[in-house]
C-alpha cells in the first residue's frame, strides 16, 4: 500500500531536518526522503574542516549546538544534527533516492523512490547543492587520479598535487596538503585568491604563496590531464607540470535536472523561482528550503541564514489548512 503524508521533505540536511521539527510541531505527518546519509554533504565535507559560521548559528529546532572551539568543525556538526534526529524521533527514510515527483488532479503529489510510493499534500525539497560537482569537461577528468570531493590530506603526502579553485574548498585543501609534505600547485581561472575566503585562513595562503611553498597560476586553467601530468593555459603560455593527483574543487550545482522534471520554473541567471515570502514555487504546494533556492549562486544562503524557511513554509500550510 502506498504510504500517504502531510508533507514529503526531500533532502535530510539541517534545513530539512528543520522542516521535519516544524511539521511535528504543527501535528502534521511527514516523512524525509534521503538519498544519502543523514545530513549527507556535511558527511562529505573534508575531515578537519571549520564552519565560518558560529555554532550558535547553525542551531536548529531550539537544541543548543555546544563546541569547545569560537567556530564549530565538521565533526561536531556531523554528530550535533544526529542527536537533533535523535531527539526528535525524525522519520527518516535514508538511502532512498527521490526517482519521480507528479502532482495528481486532486491537488496531492504522487513520489516514486528507489524503493516505494508515496502520496503527501505537500513536498519540500531541500536537496542542497553538494551533490553534483561543476566539471571542468577536460579530456583526462575520469581518470581515478582526479576528484572532485576533498576528504582528507593524508592520501596525498609527498605527492605533486595541483588543486584547482580560488575559494574555501581549494584554499583549505591546497594547505592541509602542503603540510603533509605534498607539492602543491594552485590553478586560479581570476587573478585572485577568492573574496569568500575564510578571513582567518587568506593570511595563511597568502604567506605560503610569498615564501614559494604554494606555487599558484592566476587566470589560468587547466586543458587536460594525463597518468603524470596536467596541461595548463597560462597568460606566459601553455605549460605541463609532474602531477600524481588533480583535486578540482570547481563548485557544486543544484539537481536542476530534478527541479525540471517537477516543472519549478527558473529564472534567467537559472535561479528557481519562488515567493520569498513562503518559498513557494509555481506549483501549489511545492516549496524549496536552504541553499537550493540560489541556484547557481551557491554563496547567497547558508544553514544560518535559511533555518527561516522551514518557519516561513509552515507559517504558509498552516494559513491554506486554515481557509480549507
Known amino acids: 500500500m502506498m504510504e500517504e503524508y502531510d508533507v514529503l521533505i526531500i533532502g535530510a540536511g539541517p534545513i530539512g531536518m528543520a522542516c521535519a521539527i516544524e511539521a511535528r510541531r504543527a501535528g502534521?505527518?511527514?516523512?524525509?526522503?534521503?538519498?544519502?546519509?543523514?545530513?549527507?554533504?556535511?558527511?562529505?565535507?573534508?575531515?578537519?574542516?571549520?564552519?565560518?559560521?558560529?555554532?550558535?548559528?547553525?542551531?536548529?529546532?531550539?537544541?543548543?549546538?555546544?563546541?569547545i572551539n569560537p567556530k564549530p568543525n565538521r565533526n561536531e556538526a556531523v554528530e550535533y544534527y544526529r542527536?537533533?534526529?535523535?531527539k526528535f524521533s525524525l522519520n527518516l527514510h535514508l538511502f532512498e533516492r527521490v526517482d519521480q515527483v507528479e502532482k495528481n488532479a486532486d491537488g496531492n503529489f504522487e513520489v516514486q523512490t528507489s524503493k516505494t510510493r508515496y502520496r503527501s499534500r505537500y513536498v519540500i525539497i531541500s536537496t542542497g547543492f553538494y551533490d553534483i560537482p561543476v566539471m571542468m569537461n577536460i579530456p583526462g577528468e575520469s581518470l581515478p587520479k582526479v576528484t572532485h570531493y576533498y576528504k582528507d590530506p593524508h592520501l596525498y603526502a609527498?605527492?605533486?598535487?595541483?588543486?584547482?579553485?580560488?575559494?574555501?574548498?581549494?584554499?583549505?585543501?591546497?594547505?592541509?596538503?602542503?603540510?603533509?609534505?605534498?607539492n602543491v600547485t594552485l590553478v586560479i581561472r581570476g587573478g585572485e585568491i577568492g573574496s569568500y575566503?575564510?578571513?582567518?585562513?587568506?593570511?595563511?595562503?597568502?604567506?605560503?604563496?610569498a615564501a614559494g611553498e604554494i606555487k599558484v597560476?592566476?587566470?589560468s586553467e587547466l586543458t587536460s590531464i594525463e597518468e603524470t601530468a596536467v596541461h595548463l593555459k597560462t597568460p606566459d603560455g601553455d605549460?605541463?607540470?609532474?602531477?600524481?593527483?588533480?583535486?578540482?574543487?570547481?563548485?557544486?550545482?543544484?539537481?536542476f535536472e530534478m527541479l525540471n522534471r517537477l516543472g519549478v520554473r527558473r529564472t534567467d541567471d537559472q535561479r528557481p523561482a519562488y515567493n520569498p515570502e513562503t518559498m513557494e514555487t509555481n506549483m501549489e504546494g511545492l516549496y524549496l528550503a536552504g541553499v537550493v533556492c540560489g541556484g547557481m549562486d551557491t554563496h547567497k544562503w547558508y544553514i544560518e541564514n535559511s533555518r527561516v524557511h522551514a518557519e516561513q513554509i509552515f507559517a504558509d500550510i498552516n494559513n491554506k489548512k486554515t481557509y480549507q
Do not use: C
Not at 55 to 66: A, D, H, Y
Not at 239 to 255: H, K, R
Open 239 to 255: 605549460l605541463s607540470i609532474p602531477n600524481d593527483f588533480v583535486i578540482a574543487m570547481t563548485g557544486y550545482q543544484p539537481d
Open 83 to 86: 542527536r537533533v534526529a535523535e
Open 28 to 67: 502534521l505527518s511527514y516523512i524525509i526522503v534521503e538519498k544519502g546519509a543523514l545530513v549527507n554533504s556535511l558527511y562529505n565535507y573534508p575531515v578537519f574542516m571549520t564552519f565560518f559560521s558560529t555554532s550558535q548559528r547553525l542551531e536548529i529546532g531550539g537544541v543548543p549546538f555546544v563546541s
Open 158 to 182: 609527498f605527492q605533486n598535487v595541483v588543486v584547482v579553485g580560488a575559494n574555501n574548498s581549494a584554499i583549505d585543501a591546497a594547505l592541509e596538503t602542503y603540510r603533509k609534505g605534498a
Open 217 to 219: 597560476y592566476f587566470q
Open 197 to 209: 575566503v575564510k578571513y582567518w585562513v587568506r593570511p595563511d595562503i597568502e604567506n605560503r604563496i
